[in-house]
């Protein structure tokens, strides 16, 4: 059994619970995240979190697969300072629905100075609503000046326990920086791009297997769904052991989300 703890799956067909499925996948969060495009209203953020929160668990559990989501304008679409905070003010609504764990995935895109205010204003209503934290780091050659400056943000605010914010898209060069400040690390698997499977393991060899895990994103670009249990099969190739290979794929995803008190697994037969 595996969790995938962060994968897109508005952007992905039917077919792929199927394939997940039958990999051993038992649960997964859905980040809210980009569209495709900007949205021009709240409403359309309204009928995002719908769609999230209704009709997702239920495509999913066609396939004995549990779905949890988080909730939050993206960094993308965060420099409408205007716009974000009307969805901000939608969001506490949907807090309650069950499979709603928390707030993400915040953060920043450009490192901008409107990003990072929407940004500040997420977290705040993430510790007014003691909600879990998902956070997205830019995709940038200045990816470790954004994680620094996400780190600060989230430091900023005295309410946040590092120990329920998971900052996601860590690489080589961010991992130490996010472990060391208290926080989960998150490692996105890309095909080609970003994490692969096999710097994943060579990360997980250098810096250990304590607070992180690994997801697969499966968003609009070139992903795979089928990217955790891939980086299982690696670091089995690499001679890791069973217990090795289940607690990032499955138990370490198990004790952060059990936090909020809503995530369960599918029990498999």
């Given amino acids: 059994m595996y969790i995938d703890p962060h994968i897109h799956m508005v952007s992905r067909t039917t077919d792929d619970y199927r394939r997940m499925a039958l990999a051993g996948c038992v649960a997964i969060t859905e980040p809210a995240f980009w569209a495709g495009y900007d949205r021009s209203s709240a409403q359309g953020f309204h009928d995002y979190f719908t769609l999230l929160t209704d009709f997702e668990p239920r495509r999913a559990a066609q396939y004995g697969i549990r779905h949890h989501t988080w909730l939050c304008i993206n960094p993308k679409e965060s420099e409408d300072v205007g716009l ?73 605010n005295g309410a946040v326990d590092p120990g329920r914010v998971l900052i996601d898209h860590v ?3 961010t991992v130490r920086t996010v472990l060391d400040a208290g926080f989960w690390a998150g490692m996105t698997l890309y095909p080609e791009t970003k994490c692969t499977p096999q710097r994943a393991a060579d990360i997980i060899e250098t810096y250990g297997r304590e607070r992180i895990w690994i997801n697969s994103a499966g968003d609009w670009g070139h992903s795979d769904p089928l990217a955790v249990p891939k980086a299982r099969l690696e670091m089995r190739r690499r001679g890791h052991g069973d217990e090795t290979i289940r607690r990032i794929s499955y138990e370490n995803p198990l004790t952060f989300l059990g936090q909020s008190g809503k995530f369960a697994v599918a029990t498999k037969a």
């Fill in 84 to 156: 974000a905070r009307e969805v901000l003010a939608i969001i506490p609504r949907f807090l309650e629905c069950p499979t709603v764990l928390g707030i993400g995935e915040i953060g920043l895109n450009k490192n901008s100075r409107n990003e990072l205010t929407v940004l500040e204003e997420h977290i705040a209503l993430a510790a007014r609503h003691d909600q879990l934290i998902l956070v997205h780091t830019p995709h940038l050659e200045d990816k470790l000046k954004g994680t620094k400056l996400i780190i600060d943000a989230l430091r900023r």
């Fill in 171 to 173: 690489e080589e060069h």
